[in-house]
């Protein structure tokens, strides 16, 4: 007993002991004892780490014992510290910068620059290294801050001022707008399967927010040709040792230097032509095996960019084995300006724990993302002891005086002032702009549609107003569903007839259930190929009424839902009475060559003939589509299913039920079709395509309005759309019986154009497009169309031809948007 007692504790003291973590901490300087900005810090021969914060403050937690702790920065020379850790310790490190040295056989060199031999073997070994990790796993740290630098007091008569008061910035409209840190653990296999979960999440400001902190987003890979980043960059940006990076770069050698016995060899890569989407700056290669070691790269405006100036990126590896090297950290700095507004900001990522030999089953990867209710409840102490890169001063500060807003924000108080002082309500604002009034607290929203834009012309109600109002509330704050209430009336003050309709659409389990009713005025073609402002414009100032309509009371009846995955389904069930429509205004602001309006009946355009007889339809329709991918991301709303890689099939079929509910109509038509969009072709842009096909199994009895509508375009504005043509009318080439439409766009991505100097500057894509369509009446219909986008804008420029003598050669200048 005696000697048990003494050992049980000795036993527990020592269990303490070891459990215990100590911290590593301290400042990171240069030789100028200026703070070097995110130096990383590792245990030699691990993969444990962290990196410094932008005032070169780091801290690293870690069992008692002895360590090699590895000090390095991009330019500087490495520094290692072998440590007894026994209690926290301050150990402060001042990093010189880097000197390299040019080795005898370079200095003798003549001709080509050493560096492409460099380079040469890089690429040689590219897919090597690119290759050499089939799979692994890791726990990747992220912190994002985003800071207004700069900003007018009014912007287009908007109250900045106001705004950044309410976002806690100071008086001078600047600071810290968006800081976010977030850890995750990230899963990879080979090729391109990825599984990411958040582990925690904390945004300063917000109690209940999750961060947009993504691994998947900063995950770069210079083994692969090129980097694609969607949005940013307009084309993908070559890497500098891609197969084909000698036609894109220059290179020359800077030195080598020697770090854990490796020789690091420098070179600065340039791009041969300025404006090329490549990259500048240093990179660093390990000549043992012709790898990365770190680099550090910056693109400008020259590389057609969005949203943003300059962009830098650094990137540092580690040896995880003695064959594979991993990311140790990824770091992303950014600034933009805009209309007297400067920002700036960093991501930075910081890896740890790697496992090159995880077991996976494939089906985890079907989630793409998961971030769970409980990623965003720890506390401040949790952070404290997990946080791996040190908070600033002003982190630290901006944390915690938006918590206070943050708690604020939350309370029915602070809503409701909100929604008192948004809620002002003003006739002469409801003229020309909507109106919205809310219940932030409790979740509801009432609409009111502005006055003006419901305002419209055509000839068959002459002036006629549309006017709408809604309704929706959450009912659902888990998977963030909405009801939605909504009505419309309207008066054609020319054919003196009133017009109505009510929806609603109404979240019911995993299914989505829709309701209308009412009496419209519509367009014949359903798929309203021009809209009625531009209707409109074109019919009070050049008298050509390009919209037919007819009329329809009816009730409707939908239903969606996700069957599995990338599988859908919806329906609905119509019953409809339905109506031909003749003109009952001729008037117009201007008559240019004394020009006549067309009658309603675009066969009969001299003669207001009636297209149909009046009759009642009944008709169900059902449509399912699959686009061959289940991949998701899981948020505490739900899921959200992610875009497919392969394109989509979509099949459709609708049946006219004759004599049910005075049913008129007899038919059976069944379609198909296939589509992607925004395909990646590398440097040459995006490819996008539509073909469909579809055949009236029967045809017994039916009127213009079952028929197989096109989406058209006989204007200068078009409405646009993939399966969109340029310069097909709208209505006379519809069909009863059979068709094949198919549709390709090649969207070069400012490919040619970037190469003109001035031009390049409006980050202009150049578009081709093709178009086709067969029916029996109208055979091997094609057109040509070649353009150019700005942002949604486009110009086009085509011409159109067939087999048979219905149309003829014709040139268009279209704009869709």
């Known amino acids: 007993m005696k000697f048990s007692i003494p050992f049980t504790l000795l036993l527990f003291i020592s269990l303490s002991v070891f459990s215990q973590t100590f911290t590593i901490s301290g400042k990171i300087t240069d030789e100028h004892n200026n703070a070097i900005p995110f130096a990383s810090v590792y245990i030699k021969n691990t993969t444990k780490g962290t990196s410094a914060n932008s005032e070169g403050e780091y801290g690293l937690q870690l069992k008692p014992g002895t360590y ?57 070994k590219r897919k090597s290294h690119l290759n050499e990790v089939n799979a692994y796993t890791c726990e990747v740290y992220i912190k994002g801050l985003q800071k207004l630098l700069a900003a007018p007091k009014k912007v287009l008569g908007f109250d900045v001022q106001k705004m950044t008061n309410e976002m806690g910035l100071d008086s001078n409209r600047r600071g810290i707008v968006y800081l976010s840190e977030s850890e995750s653990k990230y899963s990879f296999m080979r090729p391109d399967n990825v599984h990411e979960e958040m582990i925690s999440s904390k945004v300063s400001g917000s109690n209940q927010a999750f961060s947009y902190n993504r691994a998947s987003d900063l995950k770069v890979n210079f083994y692969e040709n090129m980097q694609t980043w969607d949005g940013l960059s307009l084309r993908p940006l070559i890497s500098p040792i891609a197969d084909n990076a000698l036609f894109y770069y220059n290179y020359k050698y800077i030195g080598f230097t020697t770090e854990n016995g490796e020789t690091v060899d420098k070179i600065k890569v340039t791009p041969k032509r300025g404006y090329d989407a490549c990259f500048q700056g240093y990179l660093y290669i390990l000549e043992s095996d012709w790898r990365i070691y770190s680099l550090d790269f910056f693109i400008t405006k020259k590389q057609n960019i969005n949203f943003v100036d300059t962009l830098k990126l650094s990137e540092q590896f580690l040896p995880v084995n003695q064959h594979a090297w991993m990311p140790s950290s990824v770091k992303f700095e950014f600034t933009a300006g805009l209309l007297g507004f400067k920002v700036g900001g960093y991501f930075i990522s910081v890896y740890k724990d790697y496992d090159l030999n995880p077991t996976f089953n494939k089906k985890e ?7 769970t209710r409980e990623s965003n409840k720890k506390d401040s102490a949790y952070w404290e002891n997990e946080r791996p890169i040190p908070l600033t001063v002003e982190e630290k500060t901006d944390y915690k005086n938006k918590a206070v807003l943050a708690k604020k924000r939350e309370s029915k108080t602070y809503l ?121 414009v074109y019919s009070l100032f050049e008298r050509q009424n390009y919209e037919k309509f007819y009329q329809k009371q009816y009730a409707s009846v939908s239903l969606s839902k996700r069957i599995t995955g990338g599988w859908m389904a919806s329906g609905y069930v119509e019953w409809a009475d339905r109506k031909s429509l003749q003109n009952a205004s001729s008037y117009s602001f201007l008559k240019p060559g004394n020009r006549e309006y067309t009658s309603n009946n675009p066969f009969t355009p001299n003669q207001d003939n009636p297209l149909f007889a009046d009759n009642q339809s009944f008709k169900v329709s059902v449509r399912t589509t699959y686009d061959f991918s289940d991949k998701y991301e899981t948020y505490p709303t739900g899921r959200r299913y992610l875009p497919s890689k392969y394109p989509t099939i979509g099949l459709t079929y609708t049946k006219g039920i004759k004599d049910f509910l005075g049913s008129d109509v007899d038919y059976d038509l069944l379609t198909a079709d296939v589509s992607k969009s925004n395909i990646n072709a590398g440097i040459f842009g995006q490819t996008s395509f539509f073909v469909g096909a579809g055949k009236f199994l029967n045809n017994s009895n039916l009127f213009y309005p079952d028929y197989k509508q096109f989406s058209g375009n006989q204007i200068l504005i078009s409405k646009g759309g993939i399966n969109s043509f340029l310069l097909l009318n709208y209505y006379a080439f519809s069909t009863y019986t059979k068709y094949i439409e198919g ?31 067969s029916t029996p009446t109208l055979k091997n219909y094609t057109e040509l169309g070649f353009g150019v986008q700005y942002l949604n804008f486009r110009l086009m420029y085509g011409t159109s031809f067939n087999s048979g003598s219905n149309i003829h050669s014709a040139f268009r200048i279209g704009v869709s948007f």
């Open 68 to 124: 090699d702790v590895q000090y390095k920065a991009v330019g500087y020379q490495q520094q290692s510290r072998k440590i007894e850790l026994r209690g926290n310790q301050v150990i402060n490190i001042n990093l010189t910068t880097e000197t390299y040295q040019l080795s005898d056989v370079i200095v003798k060199s003549g001709g080509e620059d050493p560096a492409y031999e460099i380079i040469r073997k890089a690429i040689k």
């Open 743 to 773: 549709h390709l766009e090649q969207n070069f991505s400012g490919f040619f154009l970037n190469k003109i100097p001035l031009i390049r500057k409006l980050k202009l894509q150049e578009i081709v497009d093709i178009n086709y369509l």
């Open 365 to 371: 990867f079907k989630e793409v993302m998961k971030v």
């Open 416 to 536: 409701d002032s909100l929604d008192k002082v948004n809620n002002k309500f003003s006739l002469i604002d409801l003229a020309y702009k909507d109106y919205r009034h809310s219940n932030r607290y409790n979740h509801e929203y009432y609409n009111l549609d502005a006055i003006l834009p419901s305002i419209r012309f055509n000839t068959v109600q002459g002036f006629n107003l549309n006017y709408g109002a809604s309704f929706s509330k959450l009912i659902d704050s888990t998977t963030s569903k909405y009801l939605v209430i909504g009505a419309k009336a309207g008066y054609g003050f020319s054919d003196k007839k009133f017009t109505g309709s009510v929806y609603a659409a109404i979240p019911a389990g995993s299914y989505n259930l829709g309701f209308n009713a009412g009496s419209e005025i519509i367009d014949l073609n359903n798929h309203n190929p021009v809209s009625p402002l531009i209707n409109s």
